[in-house]
Each structure stands twice: as C-alpha cells, then as structure tokens.
C-alpha cells in the first residue's frame, strides 16, 4: 500500500517551503509530468517555485532551466533520494527517503510530497518513536499505531492532497529512512506487516504518548473538536482513560496527585521510566518576565486563541498565584486560573496550559505535561516570589503510553493485548 506523506522537517511547522534541493543516492534523477518526462542529466537538481510554475535548476549547468507547469515527478531507479528543504534563503531540513517525491505549487511555495509504500514508512516512524533497547512486543504495538495513524491522523491533511506529515508536533516523528535498523526493528515490522488497528471498520485514532505518569485520560478532556473548538470534545468509546497501577486513595485529586508523586517506588507499570516525575521551578521574575508574553503570541495562534480566556481588563497584571480548576480522570489539568492583579485569566486545554509556562530564560517550550500541582512561595509582603511546578507523565497521555507498553511487554504481554488494553473495542485488521 502507497501513502503520501506531506514533508515539513519533523519538529517544524510550515508545509510549504521556497525550495528544496533534491540529491540522486544512486544513478540520475527522473522527472516526469503530465507534459515532460525525461531523465536529468544530472544526480543533483535544485527546484523552486515562481508563480505557478515550477524551475528546475542544475548546479552542473548554471544558467539553464526546465519549467514544469504541473505537478512534478522525481524518482530514482534506487528510489534513493536527499533533499534539503529551504525557507526564504534558509536551509531547514535535511533528510534521506525512499520513494518517489511529487511536488506541486501551491499559493506560489512549494509542496513536497512523498509516496511512501506504507511499510518503508512504518521503518522511519519506529526509529523516530521508539528506542531499540525497547522489548519486541512494545515495539509492535508501536509499529501498528504507526501505520494505523498514518491512515487516520487526527489532522485531516486530505485537503492538502495527503495522508500524514512527518511532525511530531502535528502527526508523528518520521525521519526518512534508516539503513542502520536492527534486527529487531526489522523483525517487528515483518512479523506486524499490514496490521492497523480499526473500529467500527475504519482505521482507529491511534494516539499515543510517551508516559502516563500512572493513568491514561479520556480523549475528550485532552482534545477539542477540530471544527467547532469545542472543548471537551466528543469522547471517542476506545480512548478512554485507564489506571496503570495501584494508585493512592481518592485518585485523581490533587492531594491523590501530590502522594502518588511523592511515592519512593510508586506501584504502575511506568513508573520505571525516569519521565514518570518531573518538576520546573520558576522564580516569580522569570514567570513576570515571560508569561505575558508568552500568553500574547499564543493569543495569535489559531490552535490556542480559543482556550486562551482574558479577564474583562483584557490585561496581564502581577501574577499572584496559580489555581487547577477542571481536571480529568487521570488529573490533568483542563481549565488553569491565573491570578493577576488586573484579573484572573482563564486558560483551558492541556496542550495550552503546557504552553503558557514556556520560558525562553529556562529553554522551555512547554512543561512535560499536564498532570501538574503547584508549590506557590510568598514573600512577607504576601506576593509571589516562586513557583515550583510538579508534573506526573510526558505528554498528553491519552491511547498508548510507550513507557506503559515497555513495562507491560517485560511483564509478558503480548503486543495484541498491549494494544486492546489501551484501545479497548478495536480490532487488529490487516490492510494490504
Ligand atoms: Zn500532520
């Protein structure tokens, strides 16, 4: 099975670039359209897009060029390919792939798009997800959310013209492809080809994340509704959240939270993984200095601006003190207060919580999670002088968490039961 996969540079956000150098591994580069089809007389080519048509440039003959008015094939017989992808005069990515990269012009910048057979692109995405040292059934149960997501990721890129993008941030980390898999790697994605994970006889949404902290949650109260920005969002019957261990009493409290943190040897399945517990401490000056800001950028982003609420002031006084107002089943935070002296700031969402504690002083783009608690210090004047921000998990925690698989794995569960454990009411189908 061929999927097209929608080439940003993991980690970045932008789909559409101002060029991209595309580099043969082995033998000349092919070009095909609907008008042309030629071999290029040539292993290197550089390509860019000016108004609607595409210029295909050769470093080996500086002056000449090729124009494509439609989309534009380019393969090798290997199917061997570097390219380096460009922003304005900047390079941003640089990656190897296997497969046949189709580009089109679009609002006059460039989309790059490869069609990936599904299996080649599963071997990316499990380097990209999961280390080696992994047990072989937590690795299948990863190499079936990958193929499984690459047919239904929760951003709907069909609009675009493809299946998924290689983000991590958007769909899931994918690197291009790896010649230095291991054995085991190999083996897990021979012994799960073709396997996806479906419901009701369609692919499932098969999110996951990298450790729960002791209990997964509910899709809805992670989530908001794509179209409308509801929040929750409508719950989904398989992504429920499930406990991962023996949890204290009055689980998910906060003082239930507060205990399981505190715990030598909590008893759950991810406790092992050192990304079970963290905390951020940030002195009142570094979170005056920044939040504001911070909270004012994420205000322009369409993904934020709906959760992100202003006092009627519609300013950002002194931060005076932090406040978890919603949670969900596993405690995640769903709704933050944030006191200030012109008004209390309502902010909902995990992701967007995360988010507003981003602090350029500390390098951090976002906290590790949500399933947070505060320790707030006061000075003798009674104002904020710090906060230390506890945290349980990486990532949102909802569908699969990839340290709970390791643990289950080396518990001796096979990677089918991993799989209906945190998916419950799928099933395992094959897709050819
Ligand atoms: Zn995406």
């Known amino acids: 099975m061929k999927i097209l996969v929608g080439l940003k540079g993991p980690g970045l956000s932008e789909l559409r670039h101002s060029g991209v150098k595309i580099e043969s591994l082995a033998g000349s580069l092919e070009l095909s359209s609907k008008s042309t089809n030629a071999t290029y007389p040539g292993a290197i080519i550089n390509v860019h897009p000016q108004g609607d048509e595409i210029i295909v440039e050769s470093p080996g003959n500086p002056g000449e060029h090729r124009v494509y008015k439609d989309e534009l094939k380019v393969e090798t017989r290997s199917g061997n390919i570097k390219l380096l992808l460009y922003s304005g005069n900047r ?3 640089s990656g190897q792939y296997s497969g046949r990269l189709l580009l089109k012009v679009d609002g006059g910048k460039l989309l790059v798009l490869l069609e990936s057979d599904l299996e080649v692109y599963v071997r990316g995405v499990l380097r990209s997800e999961v280390p080696a040292s992994y047990h072989i059934e937590a690795m299948k149960a990863q190499a079936v959310l990958a193929r499984t997501y690459a047919l239904r990721p929760r951003i709907d890129h069909s609009v675009d013209g493809f299946n998924v993008c290689d983000s991590f941030t ?6 291009g492809v790896d010649p ?3 054995a085991g ?3 897990v994605i021979e012994e799960t080809k073709g ?3 479906t419901y009701d006889g369609k692919p499932a949404l098969a999110l996951f994340s990298a450790n729960a902290g002791g209990h997964t949650e509910d899709y809805s109260n992670c989530f908001s509704n794509l179209k409308t920005n509801k929040f929750p969002d409508d719950p989904l019957p398989y992504l429920k959240g ?7 009493h009055g689980f998910p409290s906060e003082a239930a939270l507060r205990q399981l943190w505190a715990l030598p040897k909590p008893e759950t399945v991810d406790a092992w993984s050192a990304t079970f517990r963290w905390q951020a401490h940030f002195t009142a000056d570094t979170l005056e200095g920044h939040m504001h800001h911070v909270i004012e950028t994420l205000r322009k982003e369409a993904q934020f601006a709906p959760f992100i609420v202003a006092p009627e002031s519609q300013k950002f006084g002194h931060i005076q003190g ?10 995640v935070a769903m709704e933050l207060a944030i006191r200030t002296s012109t008004g209390t700031w ?8 995360r988010s507003v504690f981003g602090n350029p002083d500390m390098k951090l783009k976002r906290l590790r999670s949500g399933r947070i608690f505060f320790d707030q210090q006061k000075d003798k004047l009674g104002m904020l002088s710090a906060v230390t921000v506890f945290g349980l998990g990486f990532g949102h925690g909802v569908g699969l968490q990839q340290n709970g698989a390791q643990g289950l794995a080396l518990q001796g569960m096979p990677f089918d039961k991993i799989l209906s454990r945190y998916y419950p009411g799928t099933v395992l189908s094959t897709v050819h």
Do not use: D, Y
């Open 91 to 93: 390079q941003v990515h």
């Open 170 to 175: 958007c769909c899931q980390a994918f690197n």
């Open 180 to 182: 230095a898999l291991t």
């Open 185 to 187: 790697q190999k083996a």
């Open 195 to 197: 396997k996806v994970l």
């Open 242 to 248: 499930i406990p991962e261990g023996k949890l204290p």
């Open 322 to 331: 932090f406040e978890v107002t919603r949670r969900g089943v596993s405690g």
């Open 346 to 353: 309502t902010i909902a969402k995990e992701l967007t919580i």
